[in-house]
């Protein structure tokens, strides 16, 4: 078993920045052997992928994340980060962490014009 909690969502304006937080906790080699993955969903739409880092640093990020967003974690505290910067209204949705099978509960952010 897996918990995930996410952190660090809010309110900005555009161009503004965020940094959202997950922390894992359980089972530690799947923790430590796992991609991590940032997904948002915003109203009406699918859940979409983000950004994932694997459990060796290897990052991916989406067409509209990439060069604006960094992924990261701390294997000694088993979390993992999204620094959001230059946010657009767009981008506004609940995210959410994944590990595997396990999600996290989800936090807002918020992105006025």
């Known amino acids: 078993q897996v918990q995930l909690v996410e952190s660090g969502g809010g309110s900005v304006q555009t161009g503004g920045s965020l940094r959202l937080s997950c922390a894992a906790s359980?089972?530690?080699?799947?923790?430590?052997?796992?991609?991590m993955k940032w997904y948002r969903q915003s109203p009406g739409n699918e859940r979409e992928l983000v950004a994932r880092?694997?459990?060796?640093?290897?990052?991916y990020f989406s067409h509209s994340a990439e060069g604006r967003f960094t992924i990261s974690r701390d294997r000694a505290k088993n979390t993992m980060y999204l620094q959001m910067d230059s946010l657009k209204p767009e981008d506004t949705a609940v995210y959410y962490c994944?590990?595997?099978?396990?999600w996290g509960q989800g936090t807002q952010v918020t992105v006025s014009s």
């Open positions: 994944n590990l595997d099978k396990y």
């Open positions: 359980g089972d530690i080699f799947r923790i430590r052997l796992s991609d």
């Open positions: 880092i694997t459990d060796t640093g290897t990052t």
